[in-house]
């Protein structure tokens, strides 16, 4: 059978599938129940996150035997052929090919005449901001008084490139980025279909890289399943992701704890040296200390630990020393410090050494409950010689 990238497999094929753009949904079944559908539609946002998918389910909605109908049937010819790309009515355009004058005067002469098949003649124009200023023209015409077999759904990454004259022509809308917890649900949702298993912590590491996008998210999960042989690892992702393996980044971590900032500053120099950048190994650190501090102030059945992972062995003895709790939390606030520095690119080695020598030096101040036992010691000693 052939392979079909995950992203493709998975691509939603109605409104309710459709994950975090519930207003947009809503409003878009809303107008086709009450049969006000506008004739041009702007779908705007970042890469991946739901536009040609929203588009080709409205396309299916208005061509669809049965429809109009906001629950299309998909499986009529109408919506076949929109999930495949093939319908001869609903033209899928790239305006970045597409983008000379000529492209879009022969679609204004072609958009006149009436569909074949289906009720309406629809034209789904993706990454418009691309279109010349004389194309844009030769379209305003048709948008401003589309025959009414005719619609249109633009969709662009970059709206501020599309002309004021055509956004105030359009029903415009636009699509968020997708939380965090829904990427994860539906990576979840795909690795149980595709009956793989894969660690929840890991499908929260690449929810998180893929950074609001759900195709950036599918497509890491796609390489993560084909390089790892059944089970997959943590290991496979970190080399994914350009991350340090495990066992490297928690020598770094005990070199910290044990405040010896020769051999953490080695440690993280021979990371950097291998190819890991700065802003991932200090991601990585976050994500150790993070839950050494969630653990120690709530304990390892709390959801909040449990949520980041399997919890390491040695997390619980590092723990147990005396002041070991803030101090995780202290570490957290330096390397968040450093994090937000490298993000405005400020010295990102220097960043990332300036946290190494600021933790590690924690590891010989004395800590507060230490402190206030010797005050106390000190104290009953002096009450008791006045
Ligand atoms: N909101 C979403 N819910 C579920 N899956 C989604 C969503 N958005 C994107 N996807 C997945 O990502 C793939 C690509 O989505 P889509 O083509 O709709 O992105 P796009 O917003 O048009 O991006 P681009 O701006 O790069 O064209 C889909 O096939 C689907 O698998
Ligand atoms: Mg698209
Ligand atoms: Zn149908």
């Known amino acids: 059978m052939d392979y079909v990238v995950i992203a493709r497999k998975y691509r939603p094929q109605t409104f309710n599938e459709v994950v975090g753009q519930g207003a947009i949904a809503r409003t878009l079944t809303n107008a086709i129940n009450r049969s006000r559908v506008a004739h041009g539609f702007l779908f705007t946002g970042p890469s991946g996150v739901g536009k040609t998918t929203m588009a080709r389910i409205l396309a299916k909605a208005l061509a669809c035997e049965q429809g109009p109908t ?70 305003l015409k048709l948008l401003e008084e589309p025959p009414v077999h005719v619609y249109f759904i633009f969709a662009t990454t970059e709206v501020d490139r599309v002309p004021a004259t055509v956004v105030n022509r359009c029903q415009r809308f636009d699509f ?3 939380e965090l917890k829904d990427i994860v649900r539906r990576l979840g949702e795909v690795c149980a279909a595709e009956k793989v298993s894969v660690e929840q912590s890991l499908l929260v590491r690449i929810a998180r890289s893929a950074g609001g996008g759900m195709r950036e998210a599918q497509t890491l999960l796609d390489q993560l399943i084909a390089m790892s042989d059944g089970e997959v690892s943590e290991d496979d992702l970190n080399l994914l992701l350009g991350a340090a393996r495990s066992e490297d980044i ?66 619980a003895k590092q723990l147990s020393g005396s002041g070991a709790k803030d101090q995780a939390l202290r570490i957290c606030q330096v390397l968040l410090a450093a994090r937000q520095t490298i993000k405005h690119g400020v010295e990102p080695r220097l960043q990332l050494e300036m946290a190494v020598v600021r933790i590690a030096g924690m590891a010989h101040m004395v800590d507060y409950e230490t402190l206030l036992k010797r005050v106390q010691r000190l104290e009953s000693g002096a009450s008791r010689h006045p």
Do not use: K
Not at 287 to 305: I, S, T, W
């Open 70 to 139: 906001a629950t299309p049937c998909g499986v009529c010819d109408h919506c076949r052929g929109i999930a495949d790309s093939r319908h001869p009515d609903i033209y899928e355009i790239d305006a970045a090919t597409h983008n000379g004058v000529d492209d879009i005067r022969e679609l204004s002469e072609n958009a006149t005449f009436s569909p074949s098949l289906a009720r309406y003649r629809i034209y789904i124009l993706d990454e418009v901001h691309m279109l010349s200023t004389q194309a844009w023209n030769a379209l």
């Open 176 to 178: 968020r980025s997708i």
């Open 250 to 315: 928690q020598a770094l971590i005990d070199h910290l704890l044990d405040g010896d900032h020769g051999a953490a500053l080695g440690a993280a120099d021979h990371l950097m040296g291998s190819g890991v950048a700065p802003t991932t190994l200090v991601e990585q650190l976050i994500d150790y200390f993070r839950q050494m501090m969630l653990l120690g102030a709530c304990g390892a059945e709390h959801p909040a630990v449990l949520r980041l992972g399997p919890v390491p062995e040695t997390m």
